[in-house]
């Protein structure tokens, strides 16, 4: 089991273009979690998908983000038309159904700089 | 609403101290709780989870102690050493299953 995959590790762009972040759960987790953390900062949760449905959407901002957990390949985090300020790591949790007892296993992070 | 605090929200050691890291949380209807570590630029290392009925977990030199109904836990590492230097976490998911609420965590430095 390789675990919660995260990639791009490190992500470059600068102002105006789009990123793409994405995420591939632990085997046999059909949940996924994206948390975005400011430097120095907790993590703050953005939003929670299961294959192809948007669960709850309510920590990620309503313009120029998005995201998508389709019936085959990784979760997609998309920014668009991004900003300085939009600099952060996000991470990817992934669980299985019961989430409310079971531990939580994070990817490594991909790292989005904007320039 | 669910709020997770973590002190000191940084420390520094010598080698081989025994020290206590504190997370509190407003809400004591909890799942459970979970203790992760963040090395810099890296993600998060899951340590120890706390299941609401249980008082406290051990995995080796980390002992995580648990009391609900006063909304604290805390992270016991016994004998520090340089490689524990990090920045530990505490986390509770809320009941509605989506949000994990984080604390901002302890900056942990233990000196050689």
């Known amino acids: 089991n390789a675990g919660v995959m995260q990639n791009p590790r490190h992500l470059v762009r600068r102002r105006g273009q789009e990123a793409r972040l994405r995420c591939s759960p632990m085997?046999?987790?059909?949940?996924v979690y994206w948390y975005r953390q400011l430097p120095e900062e907790g993590l703050k949760f953005m939003v929670y998908?299961?294959?192809?449905?948007?669960?709850?959407e309510s920590g990620m901002p309503k313009e120029r983000f998005s995201a998508e957990f389709p019936k085959e390949g990784p979760s997609i985090l998309r920014i668009q038309q991004v900003v300085r300020g939009d600099s952060a790591a996000y991470f990817c949790?992934?669980?299985?159904?019961?989430?409310?007892?079971?531990?939580?296993?994070f990817g490594q992070g991909t790292r989005l700089t904007v320039v | 609403k669910q709020e997770v605090t973590q002190i000191p929200a940084a420390l520094s050691v010598p080698e081989g101290e025994n020290l206590v890291l504190n997370c509190s949380f407003t809400?004591?209807?909890?799942?459970?709780l979970q203790w992760f570590r963040q090395d810099p630029g890296k993600g998060l290392t899951s340590l120890l989870l706390?299941?609401?009925?249980?008082r406290e977990q051990t995995s080796g030199r980390l002992n995580a102690s648990l009391d609900k109904s006063s909304g604290r836990s805390t992270l016991y590492i016994a004998a520090s050493q340089p490689g524990d230097s990090a920045t530990y976490l505490c986390?509770?998911?809320?009941?509605?299953?989506?949000?994990?609420?984080f604390g901002a965590g302890t900056r942990l430095t233990v000196k050689p």
């Open positions: 986390a509770v998911p809320l009941y509605n299953n989506n949000d994990m609420r």
């Open positions: 085997k046999g987790h059909s949940h």
């Open positions: 998908l299961q294959k192809e449905n948007i669960i709850d």
């Open positions: 809400d004591s209807a909890i799942y459970n």
């Open positions: 949790a992934s669980s299985p159904p019961d989430r409310g007892n079971t531990e939580a296993f």
């Open positions: 706390i299941q609401s009925s249980q």
